[in-house]
C-alpha cells in the first residue's frame, strides 16, 4: 500500500503529463503482478466498493478527534481524505504492524459485510502513516483526483513495451482486474489477449488543431468542413452473441460504457454495425446547447420522464 500511496502522493504533484505517464510507468515496471493490476484498475475507475461512503469517514473520525476542530480544518483544507489523514490520531505505543498490501485491501473492501466495514477501515487507518491514509480513503471512495485520466494511465502501460495506446484501448474492453495479461503482452512476454465481447470499443479518431505554419500547404478543395456541434463525441456499437442475442453499447470517446444513461439511443440502434459521432439533444428538429446535454450526462439510471424531455440524438 506505500509504494501505491506513493505514487498517488507524487502524481498529486506532477503537472507535467508526460511526467505523469513516466511517474506511472516506472511504478508498472517495479510493482509485481496483482498489485500493479490492482493499481490500473484505481487509475482508469474500474473499482467500486459500495459500501465506502463518506458519512462513515466523517462517522469514524468524529468519533477520535473534536467535532468543531474537524469542521474547522475540513472547512479549510477542502478535501475529506486529506483533512481526516492528516487528523487522524496515531495509535498509543511504537506501530511496528506493516502496511497492508493493495491487493488485501481491495479484496477487503470487495469482500466484507457493510457491518465489518468500520472496525476494518478504522484498523487499517491505523496502521497507515499520513500518506498511506490519504491513498487508502482516496481508493476506497473512488474520487483519486490527481489528473490522471484512463487514456494516460493505458498510455503508461503502452509506454512499457513496443505498443501504442491505441492497441491497449482496441483489447481493453474485453479485460477485467489485475490485468496479469496485459501487463505481459505489453512487456513483450504473453500473448495479445482476446476478447469474445461483441461489441467492443474502438479508439476514436480525434481532431487536431492546425498550426498556422501548415495553412500555406493545404488545398481547400481537397477538405470539407462540418460544424462543430455542442455535444460529446460517442460510439455507439451494436452486434450479435454466437447465442444470436443482440449486444448494443454507447461508449464515450474515452471508451467508458454509458448504455445506462441512454436507453433510448440503444432502444434505436437497429442494426449491427458501429456508428461514431456526436451525441446530442434535439427539440423540434433544433440541437440544444451542452448545458442542456448534461442534464443527460454523468447518470446511472434514467427516468422515462427524462427521456421525453431530453430527447437523445447522434448525428454520424
Do not use: C
Request: net charge negative; aromatic share 8%; hydrophobic share 45%.
Amino acid at each position: 500500500m506505500n509504494r501505491f500511496a506513493a505514487l498517488l502522493d507524487r502524481l498529486a504533484y506532477e503537472p507535467r503529463r508526460n511526467g505523469k505517464i513516466r511517474l506511472i510507468a516506472d511504478y508498472f515496471r517495479h510493482a509485481p503482478d496483482p498489485e500493479r493490476g490492482w493499481a490500473l484498475a484505481a487509475l482508469t475507475g474500474a473499482l467500486t466498493f459500495r459500501n465506502a461512503k463518506p458519512g462513515l469517514i466523517r462517522q469514524l473520525i468524529s468519533e477520535r478527534t473534536d467535532p468543531v476542530l474537524f469542521a474547522l480544518s475540513y472547512d479549510y483544507v477542502g478535501d475529506l481524505s486529506e483533512t481526516v489523514a492528516l487528523m487522524w490520531p496515531a495509535p498509543h505505543g511504537i506501530n511496528d504492524t506493516e502496511p497492508p498490501p493493495l491487493e488485501a485491501v481491495v479484496h477487503a473492501f470487495t469482500h466484507m459485510g457493510r457491518a465489518e466495514l468500520p472496525s476494518v477501515l478504522a484498523s487499517l487507518l491505523d496502521r497507515l502513516d499520513e500518506t498511506g491514509r490519504w491513498a487508502l480513503l482516496k481508493l476506497i471512495t473512488g474520487g483519486l483526483r490527481i489528473g490522471v485520466s484512463a487514456r494516460l494511465a493505458k498510455t503508461a502501460v503502452a509506454a512499457l513495451g513496443e505498443r501504442t495506446p491505441d492497441e491497449i484501448e482496441l483489447v481493453w474492453p474485453g479485460l477485467a482486474p489485475p490485468y496479469e495479461e496485459l501487463f505481459a503482452w505489453a512487456e513483450g512476454t504473453g500473448p495479445r489477449p482476446e476478447t469474445d465481447d461483441p461489441a467492443p470499443f474502438r479508439p476514436v479518431m480525434l481532431s487536431h488543431p492546425i498550426e498556422d505554419a501548415d495553412f500555406a500547404a493545404l488545398d481547400p478543395a481537397l477538405f470539407r468542413a462540418e460544424w462543430k456541434w455542442d455535444g460529446i463525441r460517442v460510439q455507439a456499437v451494436r452486434a450479435p452473441t454466437p447465442e444470436g442475442r443482440h449486444v448494443t453499447r454507447l461508449y464515450s470517446r474515452t471508451g467508458e460504457d454509458i448504455s445506462a444513461a441512454f436507453p433510448d439511443l440503444a432502444g434505436a440502434l437497429a442494426f449491427d454495425g458501429a456508428v461514431d459521432g456526436e451525441l446530442l439533444i434535439l427539440r423540434e428538429g433544433r440541437v440544444q446547447s451542452f448545458n442542456v446535454l448534461q442534464q443527460r450526462l454523468n447518470r446511472k439510471a434514467v427516468s422515462p420522464k427524462l427521456i421525453a424531455e431530453f430527447p437523445a440524438h447522434i448525428r454520424a
